[in-house]
């Protein structure tokens, strides 16, 4: 995450992947609160930007965005929050559920799970049950 965070945001980056780190080293952040974390930062970004001032249609250029890289930052700390907070709930869940597997040869009581498909023919028939063992022909 350190690596990440300074490869994206250079020193300033690595400095706030260092404070992230130290945060969480005595106790973990519960993958909730670094997800509301995320919220508010992401929640703040329009205002940090509203608070520099909009620039004109004369001076709208990319200077504009280069000029503040605050806006950068906290985008990039936000998403770091948020994806480590929803690997953290996955890995808190145990991760998808496995897929079901044969049942126990005990586990029904001599019943089967699923009866077998009839045909249109059975289905037709259902009321003359022990009229005839097969399908109807055509």
Same mark, same amino acid.
């Given at each position: 995450?350190?690596? @990440?965070?300074?490869?994206?945001?250079?020193?300033?980056?690595?400095?706030?992947?260092?404070?992230?780190?130290?945060?969480?080293?005595?106790?973990?952040?519960?993958?909730?609160?670094?997800?509301?974390?995320?919220?508010? @930062?992401?929640?703040? @970004?329009? @205002?940090?930007?509203?608070?520099?001032?909009?620039?004109?249609?004369?001076?709208?250029?990319?200077?504009?965005?280069?000029?503040?890289?605050?806006?950068?930052?906290?985008?990039?700390?936000?998403?770091?929050?948020?994806?480590?907070?929803?690997?953290?709930?996955?890995?808190?869940?145990?991760?998808?559920?496995?897929?079901?597997?044969?049942?126990?040869?005990?586990?029904?009581?001599?019943?089967?799970?699923?009866?077998?498909?009839?045909?249109?023919?059975?289905?037709?028939?259902?009321?003359?049950?022990?009229?005839?063992?097969?399908?109807?022909?055509?």
């Amino acid at each position: 995450m350190v690596v @990440l965070l300074w490869l994206l945001g250079g020193l300033a980056g690595l400095l706030l992947g260092v404070v992230i780190v130290v945060l969480e080293l005595p106790h973990p952040l519960a993958p909730r609160r670094l997800l509301i974390a995320a919220l508010l @930062l992401l929640l703040a @970004l329009p @205002l940090v930007v509203l608070a520099r001032g909009l620039p004109t249609r004369a001076t709208l250029s990319a200077d504009f965005a280069a000029g503040s890289l605050l806006p950068h930052l906290l985008a990039g700390v936000a998403v770091t929050l948020l994806v480590l907070g929803v690997l953290r709930d996955v890995r808190a869940q145990g991760g998808p559920p496995a897929p079901p597997g044969p049942a126990p040869p005990d586990a029904g009581h001599g019943q089967r799970a699923l009866a077998p498909r009839s045909t249109a023919g059975e289905l037709e028939h259902a009321g003359d049950a022990g009229a005839h063992d097969g399908p109807t022909p055509r």
